[in-house]
């Protein structure tokens, strides 16, 4: 937070440090977003040599409508130090703030102090705007609803904020659709925004009506259903979508995903009249939907490709646990094969594998694994590998879009966990809200099992590798395997299995990086005690 000055109404910015030579960071004081450039000094030793120095400018580059000249290159251009906008390159000068390319885009310039260590700004309170911007996202999932519950606590008054879902529903807690499924919950436990929530805070929500074009010239998005709504930033949470195996028979009746309420209700009409399921995929989604459907009645077989289940969060042995617990709950596993069709004309019927056999099933449920949705941003000329790229701000490349959620790319991460969605909502909220001072990190994040009774956590890499050191705790009697992995001194990974009560400590000492060293010898069997609050 800035402090003024005791003289004049300078503000305590950042310390020096904080800024790169030959760069820009972004700081809020008074209201205002503030863009300061850190300009190395420059010359040969003589008397017209100019020392380094540190410029403020407003953060808005007027040319995109968009709080980006933090992000912009600085350069000497005719002998004037200028900044360029990432966006359409406008060149604005560091001293005065007038644009080369056009004067009435100028923006403002603040006076600059340096004084122990730290950057202080003459920078006035900002007037707040009169006019309302508009907000449209793309999405009603977790992730977008809430960016929009965050704005609608913190900056109600910036934005009207227009809502599209393609599903017909409020927002609802997808993280439950395992328990509904095994009819552990009500299906109105899982709704978490109702559409009486979005009446009562101005939110314009439009059910069952999924955005398909993007006009990013004329910033307007169009409908399913016909409808046309221009926007001053834009939010894209368009989430991921289900893997379906491209084999003969895939997109028979009887065939389906779990990803959506739908699904649920396809899978718990078939456990009332049908007797048979094949899960495909061994992964959490998987083992859920088949515990799930196991509790419905049926008789599940779960198909996996890989030797154990849960592969990407387990090793071996923990693996071999879990199926041992599931198998004693009624399921049946299939490890190491592949399947190359879904039987069936009218109807699925069953699988057919690589070596020949078939299983007959009136279900299939196919969960092989999900994919960012893309699709909507590619069409609109976003940039995309995986996922649609954005920045530590949550910005698209147009950074009048941001974008949340399962269908994003950060440095080269995708995500499938909610924790860190919440996380880019947080960050992403601040910044549409103006704040502008959170920047988001990629996180490690936990996976924990949504069968009941079963105990599991897995966090971290825990890999053999080379400079890794494994730690192995087994207690077959209590049905108990805790697995970790150090390099370094430090934890690198944990798996546990029957005794998950000190995941967190795990999770913890992975985050924070902490040393272990005189851990070691009691590290299997929890914090010490004055970590706990215990006593000796």
């Known amino acids: 937070m800035s402090t003024p000055m005791a003289e004049g109404c300078f503000r305590r910015a950042c310390r020096i440090e904080d800024i790169l030579p030959g760069t820009g960071v972004c700081a809020l004081l008074a209201g205002r977003q503030v863009a300061l450039f850190r300009v190395p000094a420059r010359g040969g030793g003589g008397s017209k040599d100019e020392a380094e120095q540190i410029f403020a400018l407003s953060n808005h580059d007027p040319a995109s409508r968009a709080n980006v000249l933090s992000r912009g290159l600085v350069g000497d251009l005719n002998g ?42 003459q920078v006035p309170e900002a007037h707040p705007a009169a006019a309302r911007r508009r907000l449209v996202v793309v999405g009603n999932g977790m992730a977008a609803m809430r960016v929009v519950e965050e704005l609608v606590q913190k900056a109600p008054d910036v934005y009207d904020i227009t809502v599209f879902g393609a599903e017909p ?42 955005v398909t074009v993007i006009d990013r010239r004329r910033r307007t998005v169009s409908s399913q259903g016909g409808l046309t709504v221009q926007y001053d930033r834009l ?8 893997v379906v195996l491209p084999v003969p028979g895939c997109d028979l009746p009887g065939v389906v995903t779990f990803r959506d309420l739908k699904d ?60 041992a617990s599931l198998e004693s709950r009624g399921l049946k596993f299939l490890l190491s094969t592949r399947t190359v069709a879904v039987t069936g004309t009218e109807r699925a019927t069953g699988l057919k594998f690589a ?30 590998e995986r996922g649609i790229l954005v920045t530590d701000t949550m910005q698209t490349w147009d950074p009048c879009i941001y974008a949340v959620g399962e269908c994003v790319q950060h440095r080269n991460q995708t995500f499938g966990l909610v924790a860190p969605l919440w996380e880019q909502a947080r960050v992403c909220a601040s910044h549409l809200a103006g704040f502008g001072a959170r920047s988001y990190r990629s996180s490690i994040s936990a996976t924990q099992l949504k069968v009941t009774g079963i105990d599991l956590y897995s966090v971290g890499d825990f890999q053999d590798e080379e400079g890794t050191e494994t730690l192995v705790l087994r207690d077959p009697a209590r049905g108990v395997y805790k697995r970790l ?48 609050g215990g006593v000796g």
């Open 235 to 242: 939010l894209l949470a368009t989430g991921s979508t289900a």
């Open 169 to 210: 529903h409020g927002n609802y807690n997808r993280i439950m659709l395992s328990p509904l499924l095994a009819g552990e919950k009500k299906r109105e436990e899982l709704l978490l925004n109702p559409p009486e929530w979005y009446q009562d805070h101005g939110v314009m929500l439009h059910m069952g009506d999924a």
């Open 80 to 121: 004037e130090l200028v900044v360029a906008s990432p966006v359409y390159k406008h060149h604005y000068g560091l001293r005065t703030g007038h644009c080369l390319e056009d004067e009435a885009l100028s923006v403002a310039t603040w006076p600059v102090r340096l004084a122990d260590g730290q950057v202080w700004v």
């Open 485 to 532: 992995v150090l390099q370094s001194d430090k934890v690198r990974g944990a798996v546990l299995y029957g005794d998950t009560r000190d995941g967190a400590w795990y999770f913890d000492l992975i985050r924070k990086g902490s040393s272990v060293r005189g851990l070691r010898d009691q590290l299997l069997f929890g914090p010490p005690q004055e970590q706990t």
């Open 264 to 323: 649920v209700d396809t899978m718990l009409e078939a456990a009332r009249t049908h007797r048979r399921a094949a899960v495909i995929g061994g992964g959490l989604l998987g083992l859920e939907a088949a515990n799930g459907l196991v509790r419905q009645g049926m008789e599940v077989t779960v198909v996996h490709l890989s030797q154990w289940l849960m592969e990407r969060q387990l090793d071996e042995a923990a693996g071999g646990l879990l199926k």
């Open 355 to 384: 070596d020949g056999t078939e299983l007959p099933a009136d279900l299939v449920v196919m969960t092989a694994g999900v994919r960012p949705n893309i699709t909507l941003a590619q069409a609109a000329g976003l940039r995309c």
